[in-house]
Every structure is written in structure tokens, then in C-alpha cells.
């Protein structure tokens, strides 16, 4: 089964700008369990405090999933999580020659002997312990063999390979996870970020790899351009793997709001699965296919994701378009009608960068039928 742990909640509150409060986090956390993410990534006890007041309020819903903590590969960080009482953590480490050099100044022994310390301290405290290594996508593979050998001798559970500068594409993705999946060493975790809009589809080409699981965020939050989204992987598992998960749209809706307001950030109308004129069809000949069959220029209906079909008046709309507005007012239209006020409709438009209404093109066809 392939699963999705989100990190809203940590990668995607790190983006810039962004601050969720205490009730805020509470309810994406609610909402993104309900909607059906599989695990949830909730926070960093090493922040303070407050963080930890935070994830302890995050544990006390009693969600039926797994919650984890993001934790940098030390005793300390560690601890923190486990006075949250928190049984699973990412144990962050670099594995890139360039992070190593700036974090351990390139001392692969001493990462090494520091990783297997806090491994065997989290498994003796009986936790599921996922490797986070640290720009994978500029490591070289054979390191990352011998740290996912050592790792899974010591007992962890979980390798997440982090494209952390966002600069794998799908192809390479899928060459790197195969090459890693086939050791049969440790699941392996995406987390790909998307600095060249590729974050979605290489978390895909993972899964394609042999991946286990994924890391995302609502509407792609993040550091710089974003994470992988929740809500376009999610869609992809449902639609085009067969997972077994049953989306609720009025849910989604609601937790794509909650985001979005908490973090300040617009939803592009054009934004995939979610944005208000994805199922707007203003094309002649996709709007003539459309009214043949939902099913001629739409993957999946917008029923499934809460949102509306809807048939703009624009520049591009054809004979069809005004076909179907006019009969929504009970009217029957004449053919010649129609094709006498289209030009007018598309000069229209095109002056005023602005589609028509329903009752500007009904005034329109009555005047043209007058003349």
C-alpha cells in the first residue's frame, strides 16, 4: 500500500511568512486525517516549548494514524521528542558531500557513529525511526547504500529520500529509487521539493520506483517554490494507482480553506485539483465535446473535489457555448442568430478583457433577433 505522510504541519510551516497557531494546527490536523493522509509529520520539539505544548495538543486528538516529530540526528532533539510522547521521529542527517562538509566539515565517520548513537537510543525507546537523508539528490548513491545498511541493521524503519534543493526530474527520481528499492533494505520516503515545478511528479516517479510512501503538503506549501501537494498526490493515488480511499469533497474543500487562510496564501485559480476554473471550458470544440460527454475533456469530474462545471461566454466560446446559455433561459435559438452575434460577443470580450453573463448574451441574442 502506498501512503502519505503530510508535513503540513512542519515543511509546510516552514515556508516563509507562514505561522499556524495552536487551534489552526489542531484542525489541519483533523481535517488532513479525515480527508485521508495516511501518517502525519506535525512538528519540530526542538523550537521550544510551545512547539512541544503544541504537538502534545496534536496527540491528544487520539488520531488513528501515525504522528511524527522532525528531529535533527542528535540525543537532544531526540529527547524533546520523546517528552511529547511522540513514538515515531525522522532523524534528519546530511548526506550530500556539500551539506556534510558545511554540517560535519565533511567528517563521514563521525556522522555515521553520531546517527547509529540516537538510532539505538529511539529503538530501545521502542520508536518507529525514519532516516531523513538531507539532500539525497545530491548524494552519492553508494553512500547512501552503506548509511541504509547501517540503518537497517541498527533497527530503523524508514529511509526518506529528500530531493531538498528540488533538483531530481522524474526520470532521475525513478532511476535513483530503483537502484535503492531494489537493496530491499529500508522503505523509502519522497520528499521532493519543487524549485523547477516538478515536486508532484517526482514524488509519483518514487512511488513508480518502488517507493513506499511520500511526503507532502496542502496546496504544496513550503520552503521556496513548495512540497510536493497533498491534494494532487492524493488524486494521483486515488485516480491512477487504485488506492482504497474515498475522498470526501466537502472535506477537501474545507481543508484547502483552512490552509489557505491560516497560511495567507491564495488558491490560483488554475491550481490543479482545486482551482476555482479547472473544469471552466470556454473552447468551442471542447465545450461541443463536453456537451456529448463529461467525460471528453475531464479526467475526473468536479463533483470529486467539491467544485462546479461552468461554460464561460469568452473570446474562444463557439455557437455551443451560446447554445447552452440560452437554452438555461428558455430559449430556443436560431442558428443564423448565432452565428450573426458570435463575432460580436468575441469583440466584446476582447475590449473589455471580461466574459459576458447569461443576461448580457440573452439581451444580446434578442436585440440581434429584433434587427
Known sequence: MLLINDTTLRDGEQAPYVAFNTQEKLDIAQKLYEVGADELEVGIPAMGQKEQDDLKEILNLNLPIRIMSWNRATLKDLEDSLN???KAVD????????????KFKGDKQRLLKQLEEVILEAKKEGLFVCIGGEDSSRANLGFLKE???LGKSLGADRFRYCDTVGILTPHKTYENISELSSLNLLDIEMHTHNDFGMATANAIAGFEAGAY????TVIGLGERAGNASFEQVLMSL???????AKISSKRLKSLISTVSKASNRRIDTNLPIVGEYIFSHESGIHVNGMMKSKLAYEPFTPKEVGLKRCFPIGKHSGTSTLLYHLRSVGIEPKKEVLE????IVREIVTKRKRVLDTQELKELY???SVI
Do not use: E, W, Y
Open 84 to 86: 511529547c510522547g511522540l
Open 91 to 102: 532523524l534528519s542527517i546530511p548526506v550530500s558531500d556539500i551539506l556534510i562538509d558545511v
Open 147 to 149: 548509511l541504509m545498511t
Open 213 to 216: 510512501s511520500c511526503n507532502t
Open 238 to 244: 486515488v485516480r491512477l494507482f487504485n488506492k482504497d
Open 340 to 343: 450573426a452575434i458570435l463575432p
Open 366 to 368: 434578442l436585440c440581434s
